[in-house]
Nanobody
Framework: QVQLVESGGGLVQPGGSQRLSCAAS????????IGWFRQAPGKEREGVSCISSSSGNTYYADSVKGRFTIFRDNAKNTVYLQMNSLKPEDTAVYYCAVAGPPVFRPLEVYEYDYWGQGTQVTVSS
């Protein structure tokens, strides 16, 4: 059974850092693309970052380029999202999701088949 569990959310001050984890079970993580998405109140869910299967290519939304880094630990079957220089507009529920190959639009919601429950990130002073 495919399962994704996010953790690491919380309250952080502007300019601070936070690391989110996405622990996968029921499948081998590096065989699939893993994406991070976020949804702020009243807004649609948007793609933040993706790490592709096997090659490990990474993709980022323009709004987070240079601030966020996605990486995976195959031994732990876990994908991480390191978020630096956080801004109030990064406040959202963050979700990880898995997509089977091929993936043509790695930051699009419709590409993904299974989702975690989400973790809240609040950036505020």
């Amino acid at each position: 059974q495919v399962q994704l569990v996010e953790s690491g959310g919380g309250l952080v001050q502007p300019g601070g850092s936070q690391r989110l984890s996405c622990a996968a079970s029921g499948f081998t993580l590096d065989h699939y693309a893993i994406g991070w998405f976020r949804q702020a109140p009243g807004k649609e869910r948007e793609g933040v970052s993706c790490i592709s299967s096997s090659s490990g290519n990474t993709y980022y939304a323009d709004s987070v380029k240079g601030r966020f880094t996605i990486f995976r630990d195959n031994a732990k079957n876990t994908v991480y999202l390191q978020m630096n220089s956080l801004k109030p507009e990064d406040t959202a529920v963050y979700y990880c999701a898995v997509a089977g190959p091929p993936v043509f639009r790695p930051l699009e919601v419709y590409e993904y088949d299974y989702w975690g429950q989400g973790t809240q990130v609040t950036v505020s002073s």
